[in-house]
């Protein structure tokens, strides 16, 4: 992939009504794989605290820790969009976001991603307005899984579901630019994926968001659960080489191959 991948983009893919692809990537070798497959936004993600450093939680991460993955991941970036999570504490009050948000965006970030709903209204206007391009994290939220209680399916009942709906209008309202859905049933994903304007991202939330996101080592086989999660795929199980994995996986993103229902809630 040589094209600078922008926002814009994926607001083409959701006029256009196709879909796009995106994962998780921590260092230079898988990134460029990834890049070149095809993968059009990467998530340098916090899930690192997990995947890479071997906490039970993605809370320990560090400003310092994502700063020093997405520069790793930038150096092996061939026109990808890249997106780096803000970790936890690091957006509590709208001067430490502002700040914390600038670093992430000097370091090589297109835009950064707040896990919460209305409480962080103001911070996604306020880094909007400046021209930080915001993507909003709503159901299950990891950095808040002390209060959530374990990592749970979020949306079942009415209240939660009017809450996370009304919570997406709310943000793409204050400037949000994507939301990203995790572990919510794939009937609430189609309802807020069609009420939107701005693109959605699923992970674990059905077929109807226009883009999909995953773990890069789950996406692999190079993942550590005692039992796989519903909505991981191993596309390395038809695949010669970790490259061919994720072109598998970018072709069944676009294809509607994936997720299947059996991956859904």
Known sequence: ??????????????????????????????????????????????????????HDSTIPVS????????????????????????????????????????????????????EGGEWILKTTELLSERGIPVCAHLGLTPQSINRLGGYYVQGRDIEDKNRILSEAKQLEDAGAELILLECIPAILTEEISQTLKIPTIGIGAGVSTDGQIMVCYDAIGAYSWESQPKFVKNFMDDADSIFDAFKNYVSEVKNLKFPSVKNSF
């Open 63 to 114: 400003m310092e820790d994502l700063l020093y993955h997405l520069r790793c991941v930038k150096r092996g970036n061939s026109g990808s969009h890249l997106m780096a999570d803000m970790p936890f504490m690091s957006y509590a009050t709208e001067k430490l976001a502002y700040d914390n948000a600038m670093r992430l965006m000097q370091a090589g970030a297109n835009s950064i991603k707040v």
């Open 1 to 54: 992939m040589n094209k600078n991948i922008t926002i814009k983009d994926f607001r083409n893919h959701k006029k256009a009504k196709s879909k796009f692809a995106c994962l998780t990537a921590y260092d230079a070798s898988l990134t460029k794989l990834m890049s070149e497959a095809g993968v059009e936004l990467i998530l340098v993600g916090d899930s690192l605290g997990m995947v890479v450093q071997g």
